[in-house]
């Protein structure tokens, strides 16, 4: 009987320790909202494609919305900077991130030199890569 009920406390003890571990929830995000996200990422890289390099140096996020605000949809503008969104110079070009809204995960991150996809939709594939916005 001991046993039995030492075996019974280790599995509550179990059960509760990963019932109180933060899962990486991609819930907030429904599929026809990501594959939304996914197509405005596709058309900035297009739009930014035509911009000079030299108006990319000093790229942030904001620099980035700012570019982009006379010639991308507006709804997807308002779309994507519903989340938080790190970009970066790289080169002649851009990597945008796209974070869950707090902040824990990487949904996508996309090359703005890849002009027909996003190079990685993780909250697509299931993968957990950390969001480095903190």
Known sequence: MTRYRLLVV???IAALSGAC?????????PR???AEIEEC???FSQKMAA?????????????FFALLAPYANQ???RRVRAYPVLVLQTG???VLTVCDKQRQWV???DDGATLDKVDHAFVRDGVEVKCPLR
């Open 107 to 109: 949904l996508f991150e």
């Open 92 to 94: 002649t070009s851009y």
């Open 10 to 12: 280790v599995l509550v």
């Open 75 to 77: 709804s997807c503008l």
């Open 51 to 63: 911009e000079p390099p030299a108006s990319l140096s000093g790229l942030d996020a904001e620099k």
């Open 32 to 34: 026809p909202e990501g």
């Open 21 to 29: 571990a933060a899962p990486r929830q991609f819930s907030e995000v």
């Open 41 to 43: 990422l596709i058309d």
